[in-house]
């Protein structure tokens, strides 16, 4: 290196790489600690989730799902013989590699540093008492839990109240400082079987803003939004609350929620709250706020909330995909964009237990349903008042008859009606013998006075119109007692063989129950069964009941080839006489509407901004089912009828997948899975050598998804195919996993979001500016907009404030776009109202950029750690005939500054360009990039600097 100031060339050029180009698609998603396997209503586990994708060569004998448009049965390629007419079908090298899961933990701050708490204890955020209004214990979320199941169910404290408080976002250290920062944030999270959540804006409050000393520029603190869009500096953070209490659970659910706060792992995306973009994500682990005796805990953590970058879809991956956690993706760039301080607590309270017949079936009968447990049979009563069941079933009370039926009630009540225009029907169906009459009446009492006559006349026409109106009714009220004598007197009869039976459902467990079905005549019948629900259905395969009956330790005799399937695909049953038999039912669910779900609020979800929520168990929203199972004979009448009710609870999300795709398109991506013997429920030790095969469903039936058995020691891949919506609409689903052929429990339930954007294809040069226009339409209202950018520091958008987006009208947006490294990458943009903060429009930017030719190379070698940079200077030489102006840029902003950002030079002259290069702490090799561009932003030339930190 020579010792003047000017860096000299080492070459004439370098060998830069040139990224391919992939199909646009995005994906954002979460690494999670795994936790230790454990059973909950479907059994909860958490694996690690880290997103990055591969493209390797496959042989014939190492294939793997590429489209759905190939074939996925178990049929060989090398041993089927295609006929003459078949095109063979060839292995290639799948265009969306999949998404690899892998079982290594993204690093994350967990403990509160020393500063930070001497920070928030200062601020005064709400202290967390128990409920002898005494401080709640601090743990030390660095020390292990020694978990105790029977210490947690021996508490007398049964009644959990877990509060979740948001204290300050600070910005990380590494984040890039040409990043944007928030202003307001919002957090969405789904805390255990509960809706997702969705909390108010809040607002950033640099430190020395709330009165306090500016120690620490990055930190800032969460202050609540008032109405006026002031801030609430009485009261800083926002505080949630879940009231777990038994008597709102369901028997033996108090159990699960033990198990699931040991285990699982909560997820928490932060969200820009006026862009609208996702910020990153966190998680912390919830096994520090199990009580284990005490009255109260609490817990504080600094997560890293992190988000992950792609450069392109097709990636690269290096390492051994036989051994897990050596492979590391190339390409992919997790990036840290702050740290959320979160407090966690659990306060004990005495269970309000009370005795409730819908929670309280008896375990042990809860799966074998008999028609002699008392919940059939009539008890008296009136033909019309069956379908309402009270408390004293002997006693009656009686109806009218327009309060039993409503169709009933609309006939007379339009009788009615028209009572007033009867005198005009009355006088159109008199005869001429009655007018007559009528007229010699009225002309006598006319001559003895006009108003006695006039009066009479007109009650003797009312008295007529009342007394043909009722006859009508008695008419009308007998036809219907005719016509619903025979339906009421047989459904009356149907309530002496009705049994009602309630299962609590959850999206993709199967809740298996037996019927106990008894022929009560003396002679032998075909029973035919009928389900007027396609989710519930009868178990006609004997390994399957025989599965069930193994995991929910059922002993009741099991028989093989017990049912017959008519030609309809109904079961029929043979039944000697006075034979009784256990029927094996399955209930399963894979289509949840997400409007259903949403009528069930958090339980005591509350805040101080917010109001207080119903408890979903107390609410009378919450959706039920009921379905209806005949059991009938050979000539039609049903032997027994059996009503099943079911209640939907909320499930729990293990993983959630946020991808982001060009509108009205199709997603096709795949989802690696770790090797088996790490998911949970796995059994420790191997199975002899046989890998058992992972089984999908999913949530929409609009969405395909399947997954395929892999050879010995090979992955295995989930596969999904979409179909996405006008931008910009979001498409939610869930994807459940099992490990059994039955699909009994799933292992876990994904929660997938994809997010459907406007795509704009932009090819470009690296440090030279491209524009490009983008057209805006209004809506139906006339709204005030804004424009906002994922990456403000290469995107560069006119009009950049606040604008007026006119009814139905049409506006072009410039953007301006000039990129600080190549490669494939995807920009977002966000239209969003700014009085309401909705999302109007959104758009995917798929960046496709090339270096430019590099026509000098220089380098130099800096001391790392010394904290201190150096200055120097290369030199340029205007080709052209005439004076020129040139600006310079570089594609690291914060390790070279220059000394003039532009400058001008006459023809042939050559002027020396100051640099001043920044100092590092860590050492290591950057390639910064010089850009020399005209007057028009067109890059003329590029100096490439390769500075060694040593």
């Not at 970058?309 to 190339?330: A, M």
């Not at 309402?388 to 009606?417: C, H, P």
């Not at 037996?514 to 029973?527: G, M, R, S």
């Not at 090799?925 to 028009?936: A, K, P, S």
Request: aromatic fraction near 8%; include cysteine.
């Amino acid at each position: 290196m020579p010792s003047s100031a000017h860096l000299s060339p080492v070459g004439p050029g370098l060998s830069i790489s040139q990224l391919s180009a992939s199909p646009p698609a995005s994906v954002r998603s979460l690494s999670a600690k795994p936790p230790l396997p454990i059973q909950l209503n479907s059994q909860v586990s958490e694996t690690l989730l880290t997103s990055y994708g591969t493209q390797e060569e496959l042989s014939p004998n190492n294939s793997t799902i590429a489209h759905l448009e190939v074939d996925l049965s178990q049929r060989s390629l090398t041993t089927e013989s295609p006929s003459a007419d078949q095109l063979q079908e060839l292995p290639f090298t799948p265009l969306h590699p999949p998404i690899i899961m892998s079982t290594e933990p993204q690093s994350s701050r967990s403990k509160l540093s020393r500063a930070s708490l001497v920070r928030l204890h200062t601020l005064g955020f709400p202290v967390i008492l128990d409920r002898s209004k005494q401080p709640a214990e601090v743990v030390d979320p660095a020390i292990p839990v020694n978990f105790n199941p029977q210490k947690e169910e021996a508490d007398v404290l049964q009644s959990n109240e877990i509060i979740l408080q948001f204290l300050a976002f600070s910005r990380a250290s590494e984040d890039p400082r040409g990043m944007p920062w928030p202003k307001t944030v919002y957090f969405t999270f789904q805390f255990y079987r509960f809706p997702p959540v969705t909390t108010p804006r809040l607002q950033l409050v640099k430190q020395d803003q709330y009165g306090m000393t500016n120690s620490n520029s990055l930190f800032h603190i969460l202050v609540a939004i008032n109405k006026d869009g002031s801030c609430n500096n009485d009261s800083p953070g926002l505080q949630l609350q879940y009231l777990v209490d038994p008597a709102f659970l369901k028997p033996g659910e108090q159990r699960w929620f033990i198990h699931y706060l040991a285990g699982q792992t909560l997820q928490i995306d932060v969200w820009d709250g006026d862009s609208l973009l996702l910020i990153g994500s966190a998680a912390v682990q919830m096994e520090h706020i199990l009580r284990q005796g005490h009255a109260a805990v609490q817990v504080s953590h600094e997560l890293d909330v992190v988000t992950t970058e792609y450069e392109q879809d097709t990636l690269v991956v290096s390492g051994d995909l036989t051994r897990p956690g050596t492979v590391k993706p190339i390409g992919v760039h997790p990036v840290v964009r702050g740290r959320l301080h979160l407090t966690l607590a659990n306060v004990g309270r005495v269970s309000e237990k009370k005795s409730n017949e819908s929670n309280t079936l008896p375990p042990s009968r809860s799966r074998i349903i008999s028609s002699n447990d008392g919940t059939s049979g009539f008890h008296g009563g009136s033909l019309l008042s069956y379908e309402g069941r009270r408390a004293f079933r002997n006693v009656a009370q009686a109806r009218k008859l327009t309060d039993v039926d409503s169709e009933l009630a609309a006939m007379l009540f339009t009788n009615k009606q028209e009572g007033s225009k009867i005198h005009q029907v009355t006088s159109q169906e008199a005869d001429a013998t009655r007018k007559r009459k009528l007229e010699r009446m009225m002309v006598v009492r006319q001559q003895e006075s006009k108003t006695n006559l006039s009066l009479g006349t007109k009650n003797l026409l009312i008295q007529h119109s009342v007394q043909t109106q009722h006859s009508r009714d008695l008419q009308i009220i007998d036809a219907y007692r005719e016509r619903t004598k025979v339906e009421s007197i047989t459904n009356m009869l149907n309530l002496v063989i009705t049994t009602h039976h309630t299962i609590y459902a959850t999206l993709g467990t199967a809740e298996f129950f037996e019927f106990a079905l008894k022929n009560p005549h003396n002679l032998q019948h075909t029973v035919s069964i009928e389900i007027d629900n396609p989710e519930l259905s009868v178990i006609l395969d004997s390994r399957e009941w025989r599965h069930f009956k193994d995991t929910t330790k059922v002993h009741t005799p099991l028989e093989e080839d017990m049912f017959h399937l008519h030609e309809n695909r109904i079961p029929q049953l043979y039944l000697r006489p006075k034979e009784m038999v256990h029927v094996p039912f399955k209930y399963q669910t894979f289509c949840i509407d997400p409007t259903v779900m949403m009528q069930q609020y958090p339980a005591e979800c509350r805040s101080d901004n917010v109001p207080e929520a119903i408890l979903p168990w107390k609410s009378s929203e919450i959706p039920t089912k009921s379905i209806k199972v005949s059991f009938s004979v050979s000539n039609g009448k049903p032997i027994a009828i059996l009503c099943i009710n079911v209640e939907y609870q909320p499930h729990v999300v293990d993983q959630t997948f946020r991808f982001y795709h060009p509108e009205l398109s199709f997603l096709k991506k795949s989802i690696r899975l770790p090797p088996w013997h790490t998911l949970p429920g796995a059994p420790i030790g191997g199975m002899s050598g046989k890998e058992p095969q992972i089984y999908v469903r999913c949530s929409d039936p609009n969405v395909i998804c399947e997954t395929k058995k892999m050879g010995p020691g090979e992955p295995q891949d989930v596969f999904l195919k979409v179909a996405g919506g006008p931008s910009p609409q979001i498409k939610k689903f869930f994807v459940a996993l099992y490990m059994d052929y039955w699909l009994t429990t799933p292992i876990q339930i994904w929660q997938i979001y994809l997010h459907s954007l406007q795509r704009v294809d932009v090819s470009c040069v690296t440090g030279q500016l491209t524009r490009l226009s983008l057209v805006l339409r209004g809506t139906q209202t006339v709204r005030n907009v804004k424009v906002f950018t994922s990456h403000p520091q290469e995107l560069k958008l006119d009009p950049d404030d606040v604008f007026v987006l006119a009814r139905n009208g049409v506006y072009d947006l410039q953007v301006g776009i000039r990129p600080q490294r190549s490669g494939n990458r995807f920009l977002y943009l966000n239209l969003v109202d700014v009085d309401y903060h909705q999302l109007v429009a959104s758009w995917l930017v798929c960046l496709s950029s090339r270096q430019p030719i590099i026509s000098k190379a220089f380098e130099i070698t800096l001391p790392a750690g010394s904290g201190k940079g150096a200055n120097k200077r290369i030199t340029y030489t205007n080709p052209y005939p005439s004076k020129r102006a040139y600006y310079l840029l570089t594609n690291y902003p914060d390790l070279l500054q220059f000394k003039e950002d532009s400058f001008e030079v006459d023809a042939g002259e050559t002027y020396t360009i100051g640099l001043r290069f920044a100092p590092s702490n860590s050492s290591g090799m950057e390639e910064i990039l010089i850009y020399i561009n005209d007057h028009e932003d067109k890059n003329e030339e590029t100096f490439c600097v390769k500075v060694i930190y040593q």
